[in-house]
């Protein structure tokens, strides 16, 4: 019995010698889950399976080698298809026969776009269709197919404009002072002759108002604001122009007001019903100075235009035409590029912009139609804020030469493969703070795109970079848990089989549930304790030797009853 005892004892050394040197072995294996021998010791028991209770034991015998599923260290790649599991769950793999499950994420892309393991299993996931992750697990591919371009159907602008910024020229706060040229834009004279035969001079002041393109009239007779009883020359007059450009027929009588012309003037700011009219009073200066009446009437035809101080009309490529301006791009229905410009030009003192649209420069378009050119961005468009600084929002028509409608700002004609599609712009969130001039732009439009790479975020989810910048979801990988992972069955290639003692895959998407999540561009490195194995090398060696020791010696024994005489 003594020789079955040592015996039993050297083979389990054996085994434990063989489970540690696998576990040596596979000490650099991605995924590899170490193993840990368990012994029974053996008794003799009788017919009736009770021993006595002074039974001597039989030896050992190995009941399982049982494999640790501790996680083992992150380590991190340059491989975006490299993954790992932070946390509980296996990767399900389909080899072709059955399912099989690993924790070792270095996988490849095979000749068909497949996601595969060195071995050749598929990797399953969820894929997506168009954007939308399916419920029915498969075998992961990646598809290699250029992204289709997008044209730009919506567009989000957020501006701010500096509450700072002056309208051209800059309204004049300080009151009017003949001695102070910073008290009005530009001056005209006329001589006069009183009832004495004397010659007078009076000279006209034009100072930039609160309106746009209105001036306030001041006179002075021989530099004199006032006549002999302290009466100004000229009581309250205002004069209001077009602006540099032409292209508007204010007044109704068929004909486009030519840049720069006299639409109004008369004794008070104008509103568009006087713009509409056409009113128009000359200018009289009337007074006594030195005791002698003086008259003088400045006709309408002879007052003179503001060229000299006004804004030059609008040029994208002249800064000085507009308050603020920028550049963007967008896209037509087959990927081509187009760059976008939005400019904004204040309008007087009431916080509103008039807006002005180019697409590759230019403010217009043939309409295919009506072969007319046409405005992608209709005329006399503009913006207003309140006094907070706040956005208003959109109309068409600028006061004081028209009434200011509230309108939805679109676009029309960006796409020149369908010039009659209209693409909203919206400004919500634009400001006039006083910060410096700013805008973010954003739209849905993007050229087509060749594949340049993939990657996986913390959900597994399989996400495709094109080089048009543009992303895609491609899939989710899949994750499986066990009701006992001490069942699963080893099958080779750092992989498991699900068993009875398992119980079936519970699948389901990383990052929910029990389930941990995917850190993409990181194995999970082998879990074994090198360590600790050379120990238990240590141990496995003494073990053996003491069994052996054990046989010798029964060995001697054996020997020494048979030479007995």
Do not use: C
Not at 88 to 110: C, E, H, M, P, W
Not at 511 to 524: D, H, M, P, V, Y
């Amino acid at each position: 019995m003594g020789f079955n005892t040592a015996l039993s004892g050297i083979k389990a050394s054996a085994d434990y010698l063989g489970v540690t040197g696998n576990n040596i072995a596979n000490a650099d294996t991605t995924g590899f889950k170490k193993s840990r021998i368990e012994f029974d010791d053996l008794y003799n028991t009788s017919v009736l399976g009770a021993g006595s209770g002074n039974s001597i034991g039989s030896g050992v015998s190995v009941s399982k080698v049982a494999q640790e599923f501790s996680p083992g260290n992150l380590s991190y790649t340059d491989n975006n298809l490299d993954l790992a599991i932070d946390g509980s769950g296996f990767f399900v793999l389909d080899a072709g026969i059955a399912q099989s499950y690993t924790r070792a994420g270095n996988f490849k892309l095979d000749e068909n776009g497949y996601l595969v393991t060195n071995n050749g299993s598929h990797v399953q996931g969820f894929n997506a269709v168009e954007g939308v992750v399916g419920g029915n697990l498969e075998d992961m591919r990646i598809p290699t197919d250029r992204i289709a371009p997008e044209a730009t159907t919506e567009m989000e602008l957020q501006v701010n404009l500096n509450s700072k910024s002056e309208d051209v020229p800059p309204y004049i706060r300080e009151d009017f002072d003949p001695l102070n040229p910073d008290t009005y834009n530009y001056t005209q004279t006329q001589g006069v002759v009183d009832g004495e035969g004397n010659t007078h001079i009076v000279t006209y002041y034009y100072a930039k108002s609160e309106l746009p393109n209105t001036y306030r009239v001041h006179a002075t007779v021989d530099g004199n604001i006032t006549d002999d009883a302290g009466a100004a020359f000229l009581g309250e007059t205002y004069a209001t122009y077009n602006s540099a450009e032409a292209g508007e027929d204010f007044n109704g009588d068929g004909t486009n007001e030519a840049p720069f012309e006299l639409l109004y003037l008369g004794a008070a700011n104008p509103g568009v019903t006087d713009i509409e009219a056409g009113t128009k009073t000359p200018i009289t200066v009337t007074g006594t100075l030195g005791g002698v009446a003086i008259t003088s009437s400045l006709e309408v035809d002879s007052v003179r235009e503001p060229v000299s101080v006004a804004r030059e009309a609008f040029d994208p490529l002249k800064p000085e035409t507009y308050t603020y301006g920028n550049t963007r791009t967008i896209y037509d229905s087959l990927g081509e590029p187009h760059t976008v410009g939005y400019y904004f030009i204040k309008q007087g003192e009431n916080n509103t912009y008039e807006m002005r649209l180019t697409v590759d420069g230019e403010e217009t378009f043939e309409d295919p139609l009506t072969g007319e050119d046409t405005r992608f961005l209709e005329k006399n468009t503009a913006v207003s804020f309140d006094a907070a600084g706040n956005l208003m929002g959109a109309y068409r028509g600028l006061p004081p030469f028209e009434v200011a409608q509230p309108i939805t700002l679109e676009i029309v004609g960006l796409d020149p493969t369908n010039r009659g599609k209209m693409a909203p712009l919206d400004l919500a969130g634009s400001t006039q703070y006083a910060l410096e001039n700013s805008d973010t732009f954003e739209q849905d439009g993007f050229s087509a795109g060749e594949l340049q790479g993939v990657s996986f975020d913390s959900d597994g989810f399989l996400v495709a970079n094109y080089t048009n910048q543009q992303t895609a979801t491609l899939g989710q990988i899949a994750l499986a848990t066990f009701d006992s992972t001490d069942g699963l069955m080893p099958t080779g290639h750092t992989a498991w089989l699900a068993s009875k003692g398992s119980g079936a895959a519970d699948i389901g998407r990383p990052n929910s549930g029990t389930l941990g999540k995917i850190q993409g561009g990181a194995l999970e490195e082998s879990n074994v304790d090198l360590t600790s194995e050379l120990v238990s090398l240590i141990e496995a060696q003494r073990n053996y030797q003491a069994n052996s020791k054990t046989l010798e010696t029964e060995n001697t024994v054996t020997q020494t009853i048979i030479n007995l005489r």
